[in-house]
């Protein structure tokens, strides 16, 4: 069984987790893959509950038919789909053949259930980003 412990590091997220929490974080992973042109996420339908971290390839994210930008290896998306059951705020389509990792927001609950302490440090990083969003007059990601 192939782990994603790398992967799931370079998500802020996760960065503060060690490196047994990341062990059992990457087993409830999945590999996806899409075409150029998929649509990976709709903007403003519940989609799916998933989050995605881009293993390989690229694609771009467009609000109301704008690109925003491109997303390239590293990057994620949808990781509000974890902790929320909310549509989508924007639209994600593979630009090439893309990788991704995913994970269900049912296993993300699982595994915080199993992992009290991992919960909290997740606690502790987002409360940090709400910090910092209001401090330079930015909407939290």
Known sequence: MATFEKELKGVSLFSDLNQRQLRKLSRFCQERKFR???????????????????????????????????????????????????????????????????????????????????AWKLIQHLGRELVEARSTGQSPR
């Not at 990792?101 to 991992?118: C, E, G, I, S, V």
């Open 36 to 118: 150029p042109g998929m649509t990976v996420l709709r903007e403003g339908l519940m989609s799916g509950v998933s989050f995605f971290v881009i293993v390989e390839g690229e694609a771009t994210v467009s609000v109301n038919g704008n690109e925003l930008g491109r997303l390239e290896p590293g990057d994620h998306f949808g990781e509000l789909a974890l902790i929320t059951e909310q549509a989508r705020t924007a639209t994600v389509t593979a630009a090439t053949e893309l990788r991704c990792l995913t994970m269900a927001m049912w296993h993300f609950q699982r595994f915080l259930k199993d992992n009290p302490d991992t």
